[in-house]
């Protein structure tokens, strides 16, 4: 099976750093998209990072230059560190992954088949 599993997260105030992982596992693929996606209440879900098998990465404007996706092949894993987080960062984020080559990945999440549970970001004023 494919799994994804997600751990960090967690409450902050305003300026903290937070740290999301995703272990992925039941699969071996040669081509790929993995990303992070956030939804708020009352918010649609949106992407926020995207990863590819070549290490290519995209952001949402509204984290570029403080969020940082990255992966480690030897643990089959994807991270995203958060750093000077805002209230606005506050919502349930999603680790996804899809097979297949993109030019880009896509941040549209109806592109990903394969979900984590979800694990909550808090951030306080």
């Known amino acids: 099976q494919v799994q994804l599993v997600q751990s960090g997260g967690g409450s902050v105030q305003s300026g903290g750093s937070l740290r999301l992982s995703c272990a992925a596992s039941g699969y071996t693929w040669n081509n790929y998209c993995m990303g992070w996606f956030r939804q708020a209440p009352g918010k649609e879900r949106e992407g926020v990072a995207t990863?590819?098998?070549?290490?290519?990465?995209t952001y949402s404007d509204s984290v570029k230059g403080r969020f940082t996706i990255s992966r480690d092949n030897a643990k089959n894993t994807m991270t995203m560190q958060m750093n000077s987080l805002i209230p606005g960062d506050t919502a349930m984020y999603y680790c996804?992954?899809?097979?297949?080559?993109?030019?880009?990945?896509?941040?549209?999440?109806?592109?990903?088949?394969?979900w984590g549970q979800g694990t909550q970001v808090t951030v306080s004023s």
């Open positions: 990863i590819d098998n070549y290490g290519r990465t």
């Open positions: 996804a992954a899809v097979r297949g080559t993109y030019y880009y990945c896509p941040m549209k999440s109806d592109a990903y088949n394969y």
